[in-house]
């Protein structure tokens, strides 16, 4: 087995990033400027869950928490106006919040998460994990984050679920099929094969993520301080360029 793993090709932090932020901007060209082409929404449906693993990757690589909650903070305020644009129209639009919140109720999740797990005690640990699970998902809701209780629960599904090990692996699979699949479902696609009629969920195609999430071996790739703001800002600026379109 660590043979054939190690024939596979492999996926570093920068490739990731790289795929999900094209993936991204290809749901977010539909849902703007170039409707119709569903081909663009259903490769975007990968976009989600490899972000919801980088930031659980950077959680634990990063070398400043605080820091790195920081950024992730700054960057989320200053998307508030272009996503506003985006999605309600116009500058002020309170009934949905960016993405970058919903990481950061992730983030919170799994401090918490790992304080009980500084304890050492396990009734702590298990009953904050209980608590978490239970109660983030319901938070994003109330917040109305971008992909609320689904977008936590996936962050939570990486967290809980980070590893190599074939249940790892599995877990998330299933946890993922499960969020994405009945959680979230949606419109699908009609299929017609050898007599039979099978429906495909668009958001079904989340769980391709799981092919460049699982070729991940840990390594950073090609990094620079530029490349990390670049990461940073893309999110807000891609925003603003197609919702400025947008309402031309």
């Known amino acids: 087995m660590k043979r054939i793993r190690r024939l596979l090709p492999e996926t570093t932090s920068f490739s990731l990033h790289l795929m999900a932020m094209l993936f991204m901007l290809c749901d977010h060209l539909w849902a703007t400027v170039v409707p119709g082409n569903e081909w663009l929404t259903c490769v975007g449906r990968l976009a989600f869950p490899i972000f919801a693993f980088l930031i659980v990757e950077g959680y634990f690589h990063t070398r400043s928490l605080k820091r790195y909650v ?34 950061l109720i992730g983030i919170l999740l799994i401090y918490l998460n790992e304080k009980a797990r500084g304890t050492g005690k396990l ?11 239970l109660l983030g998902p319901l938070l994003g809701l109330a917040a109305m984050t971008d992909y609320h209780f689904a977008g936590v629960l996936t962050v939570l599904v990486f967290y809980f ?5 074939w249940p790892c692996l599995l877990g998330q699979a299933l946890a993922l099929a499960w969020i994405n699949l009945e959680m979230i479902g949606g419109y ?15 958001q079904g195609f989340a769980l391709l993520a799981l092919i460049p999430i699982w070729l991940y071996r840990g390594r950073q790739g090609p990094h620079s301080r530029v490349w990390q703001y670049i990461c940073y800002g893309f999110y807000p600026v891609h925003l603003l360029i197609l919702g400025l379109l947008q309402g031309m």
């Not at 700054?74 to 970058?100: D, K, M, R, T």
């Not at 009734?123 to 699970?133: C, G, M, Q």
């Not at 009609?190 to 009629?197: K, N, R, S």
């Open 70 to 103: 920081g950024r992730l903070l700054v960057f989320a305020l200053l998307s508030e106006i272009p996503f506003n644009l985006v999605v309600g129209g116009g500058v002020f639009y309170p009934f949905h919040q960016n993405v970058l919140w919903t990481f």
């Open 123 to 133: 009734p702590v640990r298990i009953l904050t994990a209980a608590a978490t699970a």
């Open 161 to 165: 679920l980070r590893g190599r090990s």
């Open 188 to 202: 699908s696609y009609e299929l017609q094969l050898a007599g039979h009629t099978f429906y495909l969920v668009q």
